[in-house]
């Protein structure tokens, strides 16, 4: 790991691409504008972003399309697109100084968070999926004797992934992975907030052979070159990871045009249990406090309601509160740093915003809040006494707030970890082994950890139940939502 000097050196020689990526080059959005992206952690001007709209979009399914029909990727044989993955994860492991610089000079996370986790887990997940793809098989049905039946799949054809802010690279490759692989084109539409290893990426993909128009990336503007995408009639499949607000929009944009597939990664409240049985309360909590506080509580599965068994919530609340301190804000440039900026100003007034309303409530605030100096950063927050029916129990803030919750019976913790909109993750730390199976299978959570946080790797699928989302990420369950599924009978001559 490079020290805080030789980051910042580095940061004077990057020459950052502000450009979409569209038919193998870099290329203006059609009318020549852009937006700035800022660096949160000083409100400095990184670079100049194309503006793309509804006519770069067309552009770009266009080329896509043609790509698709002419069969240059999705013909070739699945032997040769994993080569070519392989080759694209290999380059991002090899540009991971640049990819992690631009990710933490863009979005504020730790510099050692990008280089050490988000830009390797791209590239790990670019070629797991390259890995997967001459090694799936399609199936024959159980028919009558004089048929024959093949289920096979086929990939679906122009798919748009629209990503986050909040792990920019890595969540777009747990989609460009799959997507890729199964064949089809694929455009990624970045946040504005992170455009930058994206774009950075497009140029990786044409140094690896990936054809030109097969890969394509366009940076836009809040709603205006996604919701593009999702009304494009030639789109046939959205993926998107972000709000839930923006989750419905999509799916009213899919309905209102051609009925393309819209796979959601949406919002989440999780819940993180904690029963008195459990015997190192001392690391329980120090995961509480990883769980909320990691990538400045920026995480869709992070551990925002603690629930605590009243028998030992004083001292547990005291041990989260000492292991909160590891993520004391620092400049995100510095090897130390566990906690960066948050993303925005604008995010950080919401999230103190949030804080305010949750005293004003009834709640106790018991540590953090704002930090000063330049930049977007916010100290963690640790608020007692919260309710679950509060606006900050029920809300999801997306910055370092952690509401402890007590409860007195298992059923009252199910009830009140069930008790949300969201069912992203849900984790329970106790000795009891019956109690650990009971409980994990009443939680209404796609994920569910048992004395653990976050455990995760790219073997298994990842997504909500309720309004989190729909469909998954990750494993080969990911592959099947970017394929058609095909029926072939075939009626032999009776022998
Ligand atoms: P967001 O919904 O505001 O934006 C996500 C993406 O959608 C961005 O690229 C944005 O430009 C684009 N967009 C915005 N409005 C659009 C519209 N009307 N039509 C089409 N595209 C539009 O989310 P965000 O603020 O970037 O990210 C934070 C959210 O992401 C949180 O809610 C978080 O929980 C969620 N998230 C979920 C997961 C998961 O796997 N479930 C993972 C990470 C983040």
Same mark, same amino acid.
């Given at each position: ?9 580095l ?5 950052i691409?502000?450009r ?46 043609a790509?698709f029909d002419?069969?240059?990727?999705s013909q070739m044989?699945p032997?040769?697109?994993? !080569?070519?993955m392989?080759?694209?994860?290999d ?12 990710e933490?000079?863009?979005s504020?996370?730790?510099?050692r ?5 988000d830009?390797?887990? @791209?590239?790990?997940a670019?070629?797991?999926y390259a ?5 799936t098989?399609?199936?024959?049905a ?15 054809g122009v798919? @748009? ?6 792990f ?5 490759c747990w989609?460009l992975?799959?997507?890729?692989a199964a ?14 290893s ?8 044409h140094q ?5 128009? !097969?890969?394509q ?38 309905g209102?045009?051609n009925l393309?597939?819209v ?6 409240k999780?819940?993180?249990?904690v029963?008195?049985d459990?015997?190192n ?7 509480a ?17 603690l ?12 041990? !989260?509160e ?15 740093s566990?906690m960066g ?8 007034a919401k ?14 605030l ?5 930090h000063p ?6 100290a ?8 679950? @029916? ?9 910055g370092?707030?952690?509401c !402890?919750?007590?409860?007195?019976s298992?059923?009252?913790?199910v ?11 849900a ?6 082994l019956n ?7 009443q ?5 569910v ?6 455990e995760?790797?790219m073997t298994v699928p990842?997504g909500?139940y ?30």
């Amino acid at each position: 790991m490079h020290t805080q000097q030789q980051w910042q050196a580095l940061k004077q020689e990057l020459a950052i691409e502000g450009r979409a990526f569209i038919n193998g080059q870099y290329q203006s959005a059609n009318d020549g504008t852009t937006f700035a992206t800022i660096n949160p952690a000083n409100d400095e001007v990184l670079a100049q972003i194309a503006r793309c709209q509804g006519i770069d979009a067309d552009r770009a399914v266009e080329v896509a399309r043609a790509r698709f029909d002419q069969g240059v990727w999705s013909q070739m044989a699945p032997s040769q697109r994993k !080569v070519l993955m392989l080759r694209l994860a290999d380059l991002v492991e090899e540009h991971i100084d640049t990819l992690a610089l631009l990710e933490t000079l863009d979005s504020g996370k730790p510099i050692r968070h990008s280089a050490s986790t988000d830009i390797p887990g @791209a590239a790990q997940a670019l070629r797991w999926y390259a890995e997967a793809v001459d090694k799936t098989y399609g199936e024959v049905a159980p028919t009558e004797r004089d048929v024959v039946a093949t289920i096979t799949h086929e990939a679906i054809g122009v798919v @748009a992934a629209i990503v986050p802010w909040n792990f920019p690279l890595w969540l777009a490759c747990w989609k460009l992975g799959p997507a890729l692989a199964a064949g089809n084109s694929v455009i990624l539409k970045p946040s504005e907030n992170t455009p930058l290893s994206a774009l950075y990426l497009g140029q990786l993909a044409h140094q690896a052979g990936i054809p030109a128009g !097969v890969f394509q990336v366009l940076p836009g503007y809040g709603h205006e070159v996604g919701e593009a995408l999702a009304r494009h009639p030639d789109v046939d499949c959205i993926t998107f990871t972000g709000s839930t607000r923006v989750a419905r929009q999509l799916m009213v944009c899919a309905g209102e045009s051609n009925l393309k597939r819209v796979w959601n990664e949406a919002g989440g409240k999780n819940a993180n249990i904690v029963f008195a049985d459990h015997p190192n309360l001392e690391g329980a909590a120090e995961e509480a406090a990883a769980g909320c506080f990691y990538n400045q509580g920026e995480v869709c599965v992070a551990a925002t309601r603690l629930l605590v068994h009243e028998s030992i919530h004083d001292r547990f609340v005291a041990m !989260v509160e000492a292991a909160a301190q590891r993520f004391t804000p620092r400049d995100p440039l510095d090897p130390e740093s566990a906690m960066g900026a948050l993303i925005d100003q604008e995010h950080k007034a919401k999230v103190l915003d949030y804080v305010k309303q949750g005293v004003a409530a009834g709640a106790n605030l018991r540590c953090g809040g704002d930090h000063p100096g330049p930049g977007a950063f916010v100290a963690p927050v640790i608020l007692t006494g919260v309710d679950n @029916a509060m606006a900050v129990a029920r809300e999801e803030i997306f910055g370092p707030v952690l509401c !402890v919750i007590p409860f007195s019976s298992e059923a009252e913790a199910v009830a009140i970890a069930n008790d949300s909109p969201y069912g992203l993750g849900a984790a329970l730390w106790t000795s009891d082994l019956n109690r650990a199976h009971r409980v994990a299978r009443q939680l209404r959570a796609g994920s569910v950890w048992i004395n653990n946080y976050n455990e995760g790797d790219m073997t298994v699928p990842f997504g909500g139940y309720k309004q989190s989302g729909n469909g998954r990420d990750k494993s080969l369950h990911a592959i099947e939502k970017f394929m058609e599924i095909k029926t072939t009978w075939l009626r032999l001559e009776s022998y």
